[in-house]
């Protein structure tokens, strides 16, 4: 296992989110970080990310949503602002989707979908870091690596073709599987453990029938981001049957969490990946402080054998997970592994 | 003149809005109504709204909103939560509009489309307290007087067939117009001169040909509500050319202002409506906490003038206006016109 990291994430600080009715600070905090690399620090070799270049964020973003988070900061402090920006107007249902606004709060309610993802001053460094720690983790698994694991933050998995929100921009994760595909593995995988359903992955592979999404989260009738998750969605055109989503209950304990995870490994060996990306949130963590399911550290150990047994060569990208104190162990049970 | 208000819509209070970044206390508070009373008792008689019911609601909103809007707060204190209810996501682009997710939170994202716009225990009472006011001056029009005033708070015209936001839950300018067409006004105009387009009223009455419905009000390309009040929206089906908008730039004046109202009027005056609803925000008054353009009060009482001129029996409806010292002077300034 190779970790691939930048100190940049620390940049992405400071930010406030809008949570059931009160502004507070973000639970995707930079001490998260802090708690794996603590972790992961002298089992496995920690290593910087390659110089990556923006266009290569293109193969799964839109570039003017690029272009976009790339000045947004700089636009609103140009607007007299400063402090986090969190868009207060959305185009939601009976609002136009077809015309970004040319101002930028117009702009940002245009390209988020929600109130509690915070773009500061340094938020463009850490998310384009962590893309590039993606990269970087699945070129060395291209290269022959049999894993290697992208401590990413910001997270990814909310973020869609040109759709930030959930504390996330740029989509780590996709971007992974895309450049997997990009240096010849035919067919990818990506198997989403997040308690949240990673929307943003879905949404840009939604038509394809090369790489297969495969999701286990909490279901979106009560749990974030709500509007995309649920068991009904499973892809369109050449990407029909490729998109795989397990909504569980609030409260959810190993029992039924193995079970899905079975049936989404069953999926996805029938699939049969040439490499597996692994959107690795741990926040089913029971002492999680935003989620509801009640998986141990030891669950995590038991999760991380069950993937690394089918034996794919395997990126494992950093997401959520908010418990900070058990945040590195848990990373840690399910990293062991893979060796 | 005649003036409907109630009481109830103090029960609206107390709620906080995302403000640019920040979390603050509404600007859409209860002493804007005390200050307009102030204002406007002594000059004409004031009465409460006759008991309308809630089925009236259903005639501009689908009932399933309703329903939500009047049990809500229930539901959020149900899941042990307490303070003003604010979404944290929404079903902006990239995600599903075809679901209501069973959950309060979910439910909640899905019906509104910022978060500026609390729900407290007390708002569905002053909401469906203000539709009434509306729609009893609406009734006392359709009876012959030439015309009434209501004073409604929360306003109305951001929410749309089932979509809260901007301070509004109830649409109550799109209700009176409706309640005028349904006492037998074959031909109903609606003149929005708040500073934000009113986007729900053009949605509800978007591709109807017996309401007009003009807007005059700040670019959305920087204003909210961002998403809807662009000059290329006239409407659709029977209702091609029924929505005509004057979005203006940041900063406008009176001259500017002026030739937009008189464009609009000659548009009306081409409609030839039986009778006239106007959406009175007075948010374009130059003191405006989070308005741009530079009217003056005197302004204000030129605008009832041209609109008083055209001689239709008239509705007015309260709409926005921040400056609450000024509110009231303002209020008046318009309605003075009318006699």
Known sequence: MIVVQSPLHARHDGGMELH???????????DRVDQILRAVSGKWPCIEPRPHAEAELHTVHDPAYVEFLRTAYTRWQADGRDGSMLPSGFPARSLRQDRVPDGINGAMGYYAFDAGTPIVAGT????????????????????GARSAYALCRPP????????YGGYCYLNNAALAAQALRD?????VAILDIDYHH?????????????????SIHGSPDTEYPYFLGYADETGV???AGCTRNFPLPRGTGWDTYAAALEEGMA???????????????VDAFEHDPISSFRLSSAHFADIGHRIAAAGWPTVLVQEGGYAVEDIGTNVVAVLSAFG
Chains 1, 2 share one sequence.
């Not at 240096?183 to 067919?187: H, L, N, Q, S």
């Not at 990673?198 to 495969?214: A, E, P």
């Not at 999926?267 to 690795?280: I, M, Y």
């Open 20 to 30: 059931r009715g009160a502004l507070v600070p973000s639970f995707e905090s930079p």
């Open 124 to 143: 463009w460094e850490a998310a384009f870091a962590a893309a590039r720690c993606a990269l970087t983790a699945a070129a060395l698994v291209s290269e």
């Open 156 to 163: 990814g998995h909310h973020a869609a073709r040109s759709v």
């Open 183 to 187: 240096a010849g593995r035919a067919r």
């Open 198 to 214: 990673g929307n943003g992955t879905q949404d840009i592979f939604w038509s394809r029938g090369d790489v297969h999404v495969t």
């Open 237 to 239: 055109g050449e990407g």
């Open 267 to 281: 999926g996805l060996r029938a699939f049969a990946p040439d490499a597996l990306v692994v959107s690795l949130g």
